[in-house]
């Protein structure tokens, strides 16, 4: 499947496997989000409007990871040859910011 970004893919042409391999990072942290595991399409446009990331792991990741992460489309400032940058306000860990 191929599909055609907006501003932030610089009209560039990709398959959604390449978008897999990159790295999503919070700007707001800093934080290391994981890679995609899902996208969700527009069916009647044939947009994409948002990705899909891994759950933060519970306990020292042992007892599974927490509820899948779903990133629209509007909060992902820049998709990258490496990563893909959002800004996601919901996903900090106000615990690290505050040290």
Same mark, same amino acid.
């Given at each position: 499947?191929?599909?055609? #970004?907006?501003?932030?893919?610089? #009209? &560039?042409? +990709?398959?959604?496997? @390449? =978008? $897999?391999?990159?790295? /999503?990072?919070?700007?707001?942290?800093?934080?290391? !989000?994981?890679?995609?595991?899902?996208?969700?399409? @527009? *069916?009647?446009?044939?947009?994409?409007?948002?990705?899909?990331?891994?759950? &933060?792991? %519970?306990? =020292?990741g =042992?007892?599974?990871?927490?509820?899948?992460v779903?990133?629209?489309?509007? %909060?992902?400032? %820049? *998709? #990258? +040859?490496? /990563? *893909? !940058? /959002?800004?996601s +306000?919901? !996903?900090?860990?106000?615990? +690290?910011?505050? $040290?």
């Open positions: 499947m191929k599909f055609r #970004g907006n501003s932030q893919f610089d #009209g &560039a042409t +990709s398959y959604t496997s @390449d =978008l $897999k391999m990159k790295e /999503v990072i919070n700007v707001i942290d800093g934080k290391r !989000l994981g890679t995609i595991t899902d996208i969700e399409i @527009d *069916i009647d446009t044939g947009r994409l409007t948002a990705i899909v990331v891994p759950g &933060a792991g %519970k306990f =020292l =042992l007892f599974g990871r927490n509820e899948d779903v990133i629209p489309w509007e %909060k992902i400032n %820049k *998709i #990258g +040859s490496d /990563v *893909i !940058l /959002v800004e +306000s919901f !996903l900090i860990d106000t615990k +690290s910011i505050e $040290k």
